[in-house]
């Protein structure tokens, strides 16, 4: 369950979120403040990117209002590439301390103070830390996040692998890629390829 379901009238977070803001995009006009907090959060990952890419990009391009849209989700961070004279991206500042703490999980002290740029990755679990999570959920925590990154590295290789292999016209070349794209795929660590 989630802090804003709407138990009796059988309305998830998400769906109140959703509902929310879709009264917020047909009221908006150009001269709106639209400030949005983690939009699509309450439903999987790659449908609540998707739903919040959709959003911003509506606002961006079909309404043009001043819009703060508050996110984790990284990829939302391409907006300011692709906009970079209408989208800033920026951070809440951190510095990550030398050492990691016992739990596996980089020590990290948030500054509360707004910086330009996007923050690269979430300390999501130094969050759980100073809720005080307990110690033995934390480290098992910090081995699924190194897990999950591992894979998502991975995904990435072998994507890009694949791009350079269609693209290749050496057949030298493209024997290496299908050898890079194997390694890959059977977890060899493959740094330059």
Excluded: W
């Excluded at 009796?8 to 995009?25: H, K, L, P, Q, Y």
């Excluded at 759980?128 to 990154?149: D, F, G, T, W």
Aim: glycine share 8%; aromatic share 6%.
């Amino acid at each position: 369950m989630g802090a804003a379901d709407e138990i009796f009238s059988g309305r998830s977070t998400f769906m109140v979120e959703v509902g929310e803001t879709a009264d917020i995009m047909r009221e908006a006009t150009k001269d709106s403040l639209v400030i949005l907090d983690e939009l699509g959060r309450g439903t999987s990952t790659h449908d609540g990117v998707a739903v919040a890419m959709a959003v911003l990009d509506h606002f961006l391009n079909s309404v043009g209002c001043l819009t703060i849209f508050v996110t984790h989700y990284l990829t939302l961070t391409d907006f300011g590439h692709l906009y970079p004279t209408q989208v800033g991206n920026y951070h809440m500042a951190f510095i990550v301390n030398d050492e990691e703490e016992s739990d596996g999980v980089e020590a990290v002290t948030f500054m509360y103070q707004l910086t330009s740029g996007s923050a690269g990755q979430s300390y999501g679990l130094n969050v759980a830390r100073l809720a005080e999570v307990p110690h033995p959920i934390l480290v098992r925590a910090a081995e699924k996040s190194k897990e999950l990154e591992k894979t998502c590295i991975s995904k990435r290789q072998r994507v890009k692998l694949f791009q350079n292999l269609m693209t290749s016209q050496d057949s030298g070349k493209m024997r290496q890629h299908l050898v890079a794209l194997k390694a890959v795929g059977e977890g060899t660590v493959c740094e330059d390829t």
